[in-house]
C-alpha cells in the first residue's frame, strides 16, 4: 500500500522540484482557463432571476488578474420602473467557495454611489442566497424611499445575507448590521431635515418579518432607542406593516428650533416609549 505521507515532507518536494513546478502551473492555467472561460452572462442571470431582477451592461472584458469587468451596469426589476442599482463598472468573478461545495455563483465588487460594494451571489434550491458588504454609499443617490416621497442622507455602512426563496417568499430569511453617519431625514410636508447623527441597526428576517433587535441614533437632533417588527407585504413592500417601540430625546438646540413640531407628539419627550405602527407608506405614531 503506497505511503502518502512522502508528499507531505520537504525533503520530497525539494526532490521533485521540477514535478512541483509542473503542477504549479498546470494549477495556474487551469484558473485562468476557468476565469477566462466563466459564463458570467449567464450566471449573473440565473443568479438574479429568483430575486426578480435582471441586468444590463454595455461591454464586457477581462480583468486583472482574474474576472471580468463589466461597464455600465444595471440592475432592474422585472416589472417596469427605475433602475435599482447602476455602476459605471463592475468587477466580477466565480465564488470559488460556492462552486467547492457544487453551488456555483458568483462574486462582485463595485465603486458605486461614492462607497465601496461587494456582493457573493449563488443559487440555493429555487432561490438565491446574498451576502453583501457595504462602504460609505451615499443615501442622498440610492434614493432608497424615493417612491414614498422621504429623502435620505448620510453615508451607509454595513454588512448582512440573505436567502431569498421565490416560491415561498415566508420563507426568505437573512441577519443585517447596518450603520450611518451623519444620517438626514426629510419626509413630505412643512417639516424640516431631522439629523440623527450615527445611527445603527441591527435586523434579522425570518417568517416574513423583519425583527428590530436595535435601532439607535446618537449625536443628532433626536437620540432615538428602539426596536420592533416590520411585517413584510409581499405584494406591496410600502404596504409592510410597523410595530415598533422606541424612545426619543430631542437636543437642547431641536428642543427649541422643533418645539412647534414636538408639541403635535403624544406625550413630551422623553417621558415614555413611543410606538410607530401603520404601514411604511402611512405610519402612525401613538
Do not use: C
Amino acid at each position: 500500500m503506497p505511503d502518502f505521507n512522502q508528499y507531505l515532507s520537504r525533503e520530497y518536494w525539494r526532490a521533485h522540484q521540477l514535478e512541483l513546478a509542473y503542477g504549479i502551473a498546470a494549477f495556474v492555467l487551469f484558473l485562468a482557463f476557468m476565469f477566462a472561460t466563466f459564463p458570467y452572462g449567464p450566471a449573473l442571470k440565473a443568479a438574479l432571476g429568483p430575486m426578480g431582477l435582471r441586468f444590463e451592461s454595455s461591454e464586457q472584458s477581462l480583468a486583472f488578474p482574474f474576472g471580468a469587468r463589466l461597464d455600465n451596469v444595471e440592475v432592474r426589476s422585472l416589472t417596469p420602473g427605475p433602475a435599482l442599482f447602476t455602476s459605471e463598472s463592475v468587477r466580477i468573478w466565480p465564488a470559488l467557495g460556492s462552486l467547492l461545495l457544487f453551488h456555483p455563483g458568483i462574486s462582485a465588487s463595485a465603486q458605486a454611489y461614492g462607497g465601496n460594494l461587494k456582493v457573493s451571489v449563488h443559487r440555493s434550491g429555487d432561490g438565491a442566497a446574498v451576502s453583501f458588504d457595504t462602504n460609505k454609499l451615499d443615501l442622498a443617490a440610492l434614493h432608497l424611499l424615493k417612491e414614498i416621497g422621504v429623502a435620505l442622507g448620510g453615508e451607509l455602512s454595513g454588512e448582512g445575507k440573505i436567502t431569498i426563496d421565490p416560491v415561498s417568499p415566508g420563507s426568505d430569511s437573512g441577519a443585517a448590521h447596518l450603520t450611518a453617519k451623519g444620517f438626514l431625514i426629510r419626509i413630505p410636508g412643512p417639516m424640516p431635515a431631522l439629523g440623527l447623527g450615527d445611527v445603527e441597526l441591527t435586523a434579522k428576517l425570518n417568517d416574513g418579518t423583519v425583527q428590530l433587535s436595535e435601532v439607535k441614533s446618537s449625536g443628532g437632533d433626536l437620540t432615538i432607542d428602539g426596536h420592533g417588527t416590520i411585517r413584510l407585504d409581499s405584494m406591496d413592500w410600502r404596504q409592510s406593516a410597523l410595530a415598533i417601540d422606541f424612545t426619543l430625546t430631542p437636543s437642547p438646540t431641536a428642543r427649541q428650533r422643533l418645539a412647534f413640531l414636538l408639541n403635535f407628539l403624544p406625550h413630551p419627550p422623553g417621558t415614555g416609549p413611543y410606538k410607530l405602527g401603520g404601514t411604511i407608506s402611512s405610519p402612525l405614531f401613538s
